[in-house]
């Protein structure tokens, strides 16, 4: 058995010198005193804002929200499509107001459904080579892997 003696001098004389090196923590303390000091200076240097100000906000974000509503609609009247839009008035407190439903297509792939094994429960007969697959405790329609396809595709079969 080799022994490099080289490399272990040389690990050895790493954790020496990462052991002996002095960390100081005052300064990292030092950097978190005056962190917070200055975190006190921006809140006392910001202004609060007057209630003309907070109702002026208010009033510009249910116009963008309405505008954006209106780009929506002239969108999908552009596409053809027409899903339920809901016209409710803009409520101030929120940023969207308007609500669109597109119509839901479902894309599930159709895989074969396998057959039950005659004369044995929880067992059904693969659709890819006849072969016995074990779905005891799986329910009807689960979408299972089986474990003796080889060919090309997923293998992939339905529960009867």
Request: hydrophobic share 30%; net charge positive.
């Amino acid at each position: 058995m080799k022994i490099h003696l080289p490399s272990i001098l040389l690990a050895f004389g790493c954790v020496a010198l990462a052991s002996c090196y002095p960390f100081d923590e005052s300064q990292n303390r030092k950097a978190q005193v005056d962190g917070k000091k200055d975190m006190k200076k921006v809140v006392e240097q910001t202004p609060e804002k007057t209630e003309a100000e907070m109702k002026a906000a208010k009033e510009k974000a249910a116009a963008k929200s309405k505008a954006r509503a209106e780009a929506k609609k002239q969108q999908i009247a552009e596409q053809g499509d027409s899903p339920e839009i809901s016209t409710t008035a803009p409520d101030p407190g929120k940023d969207d107001v308007t609500t669109t439903t597109p119509p839901v297509k479902e894309k599930r792939k159709e895989y074969p459904t396998a057959t039950k094994a005659p004369g044995k429960e929880g067992f059904v007969l693969s659709p890819y080579n006849n072969k016995l697959v074990d779905v005891r405790g799986m329910a009807p329609g689960t979408l299972v892997q089986d474990p003796t396809h080889s060919g090309e595709g997923s293998g992939r079969f339905r529960v009867p």
